[in-house]
């Protein structure tokens, strides 16, 4: 047996359904067209003789799920209260089979149903008061638009590897482009290579969109407002987490990282909102 996979399944996190009303993730009941989800349920925090898995186990567990989560994430639901590791006497997390089976819940409420964290929060409270969390909204009342498929690309973007690093020749054939056209995008700073001249994985992933942009013909001149926006955006991610970068203790400046990368999706999340809003009342 791998000792690396908690004692309970991860899908007591959420009680899978049976029945014909069962879903192939077990992720929710649909009662009728017209009525709610009924409101998933992680297990109970459970301590003393389950299993304690390290964070890089937690991580390989929970990724055949959720493969856009990461060590970062796992460390910022922490340090928002949404799980409470046990510490060894040398300072390592340990999580038990029902923290796990939490972060689960979460990582699948934010997925599925796209609650922000503070609601989350207020599930797993009245579920720790043995109460029956608010229903979740069917999946006939979710339309897709563009906040979704923001969620989709940030997923996406996620899946790039941190250290890939591509040549001009490279980029240019991934994004199916032509030299003409990244002279163009770099003139107006859209895309920019690095120190070494190669191209990461975000250079791949905005000059990737960029063209497809440039398909509806939307041109880099039309695209100065949206990176004057991003980088004020990114100006005020770096008010926010500043003080904690300088700050001595290493969970601290970590802690900042996170808090940077999730302040990060929620501007893009919250730009994406406005757009289908705004999009729906010219509609």
Do not use: C
């Not at 964070?55 to 959720?66: C, H, N, P, Q």
């Not at 979710?142 to 996406?156: F, I, K, N, S, Y």
């Not at 300088?246 to 996170?258: F, G, K, S, V």
């Amino acid at each position: 047996m791998n000792t690396n996979t908690p004692s309970s399944s991860l899908g007591a996190a959420t009680p899978t359904p049976s029945g014909p009303q069962a879903d192939r993730g077990g992720r929710g009941v649909v009662a009728g067209p017209r009525q709610p989800v009924r409101a998933e349920r992680p297990a109970g925090r459970r301590r003393g003789g389950d299993e304690l898995l390290s964070i890089g186990a937690v991580l390989a567990f929970l990724r055949d799920d959720f493969p856009e989560v990461t060590i970062s994430k796992i460390r910022f639901l922490e340090a928002e209260g949404l799980v409470e590791p046990q510490r060894t006497p040398s300072g390592y997390r340990k999580f038990s089979p029902a923290d796990v089976e939490r972060l689960a819940y979460v990582l699948r409420m934010q997925r599925d149903h796209y609650l922000p964290l503070r609601v989350i929060r207020e599930h797993l409270d009245a579920i720790e008061r043995g109460e029956n969390p608010p229903a979740l909204p069917s999946a006939a009342d979710t339309r897709p638009g563009p906040l979704e498929e923001a969620d989709r690309e940030l997923v996406a973007g996620g899946e790039v590897p941190s250290g890939v690093r591509l040549g001009r020749a490279e980029l240019l054939a991934a994004a199916e482009a032509g030299e003409p056209e990244l002279a163009e995008w770099e003139s107006y700073g859209l895309v920019a290579p690095g120190p070494d001249g190669g191209y990461d994985g975000e250079a791949l992933q905005v000059a990737r969109l960029v063209a497809e942009l440039g398909r509806y013909g939307l041109e880099p001149r039309h695209l100065r407002a949206m990176k004057a926006a991003a980088d004020r955006e990114i100006a005020l991610v770096e008010q926010v987490v500043a003080p904690l970068r300088r700050h001595r203790n290493p969970q601290t400046r970590a802690h900042a990282e996170a808090t940077a990368r999730e302040l990060a999706t929620l501007s893009v999340r919250l730009h994406a909102a406005m757009v289908q809003a705004g999009m729906r009342t010219r509609g």
